[in-house]
């Protein structure tokens, strides 16, 4: 909140600048952020051997508020009143160089991120850094990129505001654990254990799928805001449902899985490992390699398939859908089915992810499918640009890669107060990223679309016409 | 040329759409005849683009039942059906009076969107497609040959490849017809695909229209305000008022009837029916059926494209309540 | 029939919190035409303030009548203060700049809003719930059934439940008023139904949306005082739940009706109540989601709104 009111009132910046003007201006700030941040960050209630009481800093609040009417200042003096043709000018010429610059730089960027993204883990091997923690990152970030084309073929394709498809995550995550912990023993002896996961994978993604249409049947009609609301309820309810139905998903306390294991040898030091199979020597690292490779695959079967649905029909149909539905139902487009592939597709790659989460983590829980993780995935496909899978893998990696980030900013505790890590202010930088990066570019870093078939030239769609659906 | 009441390609019959206390439409018939255009004219607020949403199946009509038949034969009840399967069964497309293009797709995308059914059914309903399938590739092959053909037609074959949103208005109003043809119409239905037009490009409008019914045998449903247009090219014509028809016949008898004079010319009635004329009158100088005493003679002649000398305005001002046969 | 007059009872209570509530998420989407996410979270901000100005003066149910009854006037006009603060800032920060923008831009920004709020206050206020002695005790016998006459149980009302239903009904009457008969009221009808048109007529629409802001937030606010001394605890997390239910409310009631908000409000509060009392606890708020979704699929023009036609 702290930044919040030095972009106000974007009406009046264009204004000439007097003085009086100014101090007018910088004092009404400094009387807003001051009521913003005085008994809620000034008189911290601290809660101690059943007394609470309360912690007065004063001092922090007004340090803040120097601190936004110092930036407002700084804005109103060097940003704000520079004459706009200048300003504009530049960035037109920099908006056209940009253009071809990023034209030919796009057809390098994939292929470079793919050689990149198979040879990370050799990286590693020389290097230092060969370390589990690094190798887990990416499995996290490849996690989340995933996440992020999977919804992307909701939110940004089909244009429909998903705010619940962690459930699908869940469903995933759920139908492995299930799965492999109580079913497959039952019906096929514990022999099948180390196959469960290839097993599963399959079957989650169809649940998944069908959870998705089950899901998306009762909210055809609805839009927009309502649409949002919606989903947001339905990945509440399935969240609740695993929280409360204990005989079936054992609560909260949740369930303890299988890892996964290299086509059925074990990551362990023990006869019949992957180690003792090849020969050599037992070391983690083994596991955490083939988990890269594992969720690399799947992401890329994410990529590869989103982008060839984009080329057939029914990824044309769900542009089109999220262009204009009322067009497309005039061109003979059943809506209805079309925007329930949509969520189909979109969910069996959240349930594919959830599946790959589960097996990696050999737990799952429903405290790892709460609604925040749904608003997440949805700041990483904001962010990347709606409907660009590019976007996404730099946004996924500039959200996670930052998160680990601030785990690491050990210096940044002398700048916060006591008591606090860096690491409580990622969920905050994310907020305000959603919020700033509606304001400043909300196309996201890719704005341009690429057309999916062309007569004599591909020419990228700039974002501004590019509608972003009603819903 | 009275052919469109024995072979009519849609038959609309007692159609009455009432929201609320409302009614739209009331117990409006009329046929449109194979290879013919049909214009549905009327004044703002007569009920035009309500009888297009209940042909269309965007609106469920509240009586009343359209009949859609394709010359070999087969029958439609339009108002049983869904929007999208009217386009795909019975085969009508539409254009919006509000433009509704994918503006952040281009031309080309525009169009083979409109080829989606058979394309989808060619892709094996994606599954087919997702592998690549050769049979898919010829359908693809074809369907780009399509928007070759019509983006040609409409004279957009240059900018095949831009957004859709960048084109000027007029090659917009184009792109939609196009679109619209994409989908292998048998009744085509334009809402007010002049409006907005310069001169030159509504007779290029015209021409391209008069192509579509002779060269494709398409019968065309068309609401329009620009007389030019609706006279120029129109075999047949409905006048709405109110939501109810008050003249059906050639163009040359829709100039003389004088129901439709009064309609968009206004009498000393009722206070209200006179409140509306007079706010009609400035619309009808612009769209050249004005006819009245204050207006300069000389737009007159706009209106006759035909050799018919116009409706003395007198002769109609003073005799209102004259109900001629030319009301069914 | 006893058991049920109390829940009733606490229903009626319960469902004038989210009535509040609901009414700021109506008159925002009817002015503007979005939801603003972030508006539980400006209740959950009204409740903590309230938290920490009551624990600043050291109130305490021991105190005197008089000593509460001015605290808590003291207490209402600066959580009222400072929520229209952040709501008002809220407006101008993360919605004004994208009026004109694609539709769910200003959704995307209410839902990064919601979260900068939620940990904005966890932040500051730490996350631990933050417990309350009970502040306004006491209460009357309304009924009493004897073991005899089938198990012992006692109907009842509490001082506090009656002071929210009063005080509720007090507010929604001045601000029904505000909005009737006032010039404010009537701009704010007039941007409603159209804002260009108002803005041509002189309105200073800006202003106007600005005053529905500060107006929920205020309205909020005291819902967030009334949760606080009802359940006598709060934290950072409670606007997430209670705005989707509030937002229930004002969608069942018909979006855009100030009524039709306080109805949805008691409807959801009574769903909530009688659902946790005869089927099960844990599954009420599974119950107030699956109104919402019937409700939205079904009804979507609510109680006493107006259905919408598409237009063609």
């Known amino acids: 909140m702290s930044v919040a009111p030095k972009n106000n009132s974007s009406s009046d910046d264009s204004k000439a600048l007097t003085t009086s003007a100014l101090t007018k201006d910088l004092i009404s700030t400094a009387i807003i ?9 000034a008189m911290k209630t601290v809660i101690g051997q059943g007394i609470i009481s309360i912690v007065y800093r004063f001092g922090m609040a007004f340090a803040l508020t120097g601190i936004v009417v110092g930036t407002r200042l700084f804005l109103h003096l060097f940003v704000w009143h520079k004459a706009p043709s200048a300003g504009s000018k530049s960035t037109l010429t920099s908006g056209l160089k940009s253009v071809s610059f990023s034209e030919t730089i796009t057809k390098y960027i994939a292929p470079g991120l793919l050689i990149f993204a198979l040879l990370f883990p050799v990286f590693t091997f020389f290097h230092p850094i060969w370390d589990k923690r690094v190798m887990d990152l990416a499995v996290y970030i490849l996690i989340y990129i995933m996440l992020g084309w999977g919804l ?30 109580v079913y497959f023993p039952q019906w096929f002896g514990t022999g099948i254990l180390p196959w469960a996961f290839y097993i599963t994978l399959p079957v989650a993604g169809l649940l998944a799928a069908t959870w998705g249409v089950v899901l998306g049947f009762p909210v ?11 989903t947001l309820a339905f990945g509440e309810m399935i969240r609740l449902v695993l929280v409360n139905w204990f005989s079936f998903t054992n609560g909260p306390q949740g369930i303890s899985v299988p890892k996964i294991t290299f086509f059925g040898l074990p990551f362990k030091d023990a006869p019949g490992s992957f180690s003792d199979f090849f020969g050599i020597q037992f070391n983690r690292i083994h596991f955490y390699i083939f988990l890269y490779y594992v969720i690399l695959t799947l992401a890329l079967i994410t ?6 649905l984009r080329r057939l029909p029914i990824g044309r149909a769900w542009e089109a859908l999220r262009e204009d539905e009322i067009a497309c139902r005039s061109l003979g487009i059943n809506t209805t089915t079309t925007k329930l592939t949509a969520f189909a597709i979109g969910a069996m790659f959240g349930g594919f992810a959830g599946s790959f989460f589960a097996a990696r983590q050999g737990f799952v829980s429903p405290e790892s499918f709460v609604y925040i993780e749904s608003a997440l995935i949805l700041a990483i496909v904001v962010l990347g640009g709606l409907g660009s899978q590019i976007g996404i893998v730099f946004s996924a990696i500039a959200i996670m890669g930052s998160f680990e980030l601030f785990r690491e900013m050990d210096f940044m505790k002398v700048v916060l107060p006591s008591g606090t890590e860096p690491i409580q202010f990622r969920m905050l930088a994310v907020g305000l990223a959603m919020v700033l990066m509606m304001r400043f570019r909300p196309r996201g870093f890719v704005t341009k679309r690429e057309p999916t078939v062309f007569l004599k030239e591909k020419k990228s769609v700039s974002g501004d016409l590019v509608a972003e659906g009603h819903g | 040329m009275m ?52 042909i269309t199946g965007f609106y469920k009509p509240t009586e009343g039942m359209i009949k859609l038949r394709h010359p070999d034969g087969k029958e439609f009840l339009l108002e049983r059906m869904d929007d999208f399967i009217i386009t795909q069964k019975a085969k009508v497309a539409r254009t919006f009076q509000n433009i509704r293009l994918f503006s952040g797709m281009t031309l080309l995308e525009n169009l083979m969107v409109a080829q989606h059914n058979t394309l989808m059914r060619a892709s094996g309903f994606t599954i087919g497609g997702i592998f690549g399938s050769g049979h898919f590739k010829r359908a693809e092959n074809e369907a780009i040959e399509k928007c070759k053909y019509w983006l040609n037609k409409v004279n957009l074959t240059e900018r095949a490849d831009d957004a859709a949103g960048d084109l000027p208005y007029g090659a917009q109003r184009r792109l939609e017809i196009a679109r619209a043809m994409c989908t292998n119409p048998r009744l085509l239905c334009l809402d007010e695909p002049a409006a907005g037009l310069n001169p030159r490009e509504s007779d290029e409008l015209n021409k391209l229209l008069l192509s579509i019914r002779d060269d494709h045998n398409m019968a065309i449903l068309l609401i329009e305000h620009d007389m030019s247009v609706v006279m120029g090219i129109s075999d047949h014509i409905v006048v709405l008022d109110y939501g109810r028809k008050i003249a059906d016949g050639t163009p040359n008898e829709i100039k003389n009837d004088p129901a439709v004079i009064r309609a968009y010319l206004g009498v000393e009635e009722d206070e209200n029916e006179v409140a509306v004329g007079s706010v009609k009158v400035a619309d009808l100088v612009n769209e050249g059926l004005a006819v009245h005493a204050n207006v300069p003679t000389r737009t007159v002649p706009k209106v006759s494209a035909s050799p018919k000398k116009p409706v003395a305005t007198k002769t109609v001002v003073k005799k209102p309540a004259a109900k001629k046969g030319g009301r069914k | 029939m006893e058991y049920f007059l109390q829940q009733l009872i606490n229903g009626l209570t319960l469902g004038s919190i989210y009535g509040l509530i609901a009414i700021g998420y109506t008159m925002v989407y009817g002015i503007i035409g979005m939801i603003n996410f972030a508006h539980g979270d400006v209740f959950m901000v009204g409740s903590m303030v309230s938290f920490i100005v009551l624990l600043a003066l050291g109130v305490t149910g021991g105190s005197g009548a008089f000593m509460i009854i001015f605290a808590l006037a003291l207490v209402v006009v600066i959580a009222m203060l400072i929520a229209s603060v952040y709501n008002w ?8 700049p994208l009026r004109g923008s694609f539709r769910l831009a200003p959704l995307i920004s209410a839902i990064g809003m919601s979260i900068v709020l939620q940990e904005f206050v966890r932040i500051a206020q730490e996350g631990r719930p933050k417990p309350m002695q009970p502040l306004i005790t006491g209460g009357y016998e309304l009924m009493h059934r004897t073991l005899a006459e089938g198990g012992d149980f006692t109907v009842k009302i509490s001082n506090m439940q009656i002071m929210i239903i009063v005080s509720t009904l007090v507010l929604m009457t001045v601000f029904t008023m505000l909005i009737q008969r006032t010039a404010l009221g009537r701009a704010q009808r007039a941007c409603e139904q159209d804002t260009k048109m108002a803005s041509l007529l002189g309105i200073n629409v800006d202003r106007t949306i600005s005053i529905t802001f500060i107006l929920g937030a205020c309205l909020a606010a005291f819902a967030g005082l009334m949760f606080l001394l009802y359940y006598n605890v709060t934290d950072f997390f409670i606007g997430f739940l209670a705005g989707i239910k509030a937002f229930t409310a004002a969608v069942l009631g018909g979006i855009g009706s100030i009524p039709g908000a306080m109805l949805g409000g008691l409807v959801i509060g009574m769903i909530e109540v009688m659902w946790s009392a005869y089927f099960s606890v844990e599954y009420k708020d599974v119950a107030a989601f699956t109104v919402l979704v019937m409700v939205l699929i079904f009804m979507p023009q609510g109680l006493l709104g107006k259905p919408e036609v598409e237009k063609i």
Request: hydrophobic letters at 45%.
């Open chain 1, 152 to 181: 992307n073929v909701v939110v940004g394709l089909a244009g429909l505001l998903d705010l619940g498809y962690v459930a699908f995550y869940a469903v995933g995550a759920y139908a492995y654990a299930l799965l492999s912990t």
């Open chain 1, 220 to 230: 055809l009609r609805l839009r927009g805001d309502y649409l949002a609301i919606v």
């Open chain 2, 3 to 54: 052919n469109w009441t024995k072979d009519p390609e849609l038959q609309v019959q007692h159609l009455t759409m009432r929201f609320g206390g409302l009614t739209a439409i009331g117990d409006l018939s009329f046929d449109a005849g194979r290879k013919q255009i049909t214009a549905l004219i009327g004044p703002n607020g007569a009920g035009k683009t309500t009888v297009f949403n209940c």
């Open chain 1, 303 to 308: 990529y590869f398939v989103t982008k060839r």
């Open chain 1, 33 to 41: 952020t001051l009521l913003v941040l005085i008994p809620i960050v």
């Open chain 3, 89 to 96: 800032t809220i407006e101008r920060v993360a919605y004004r």
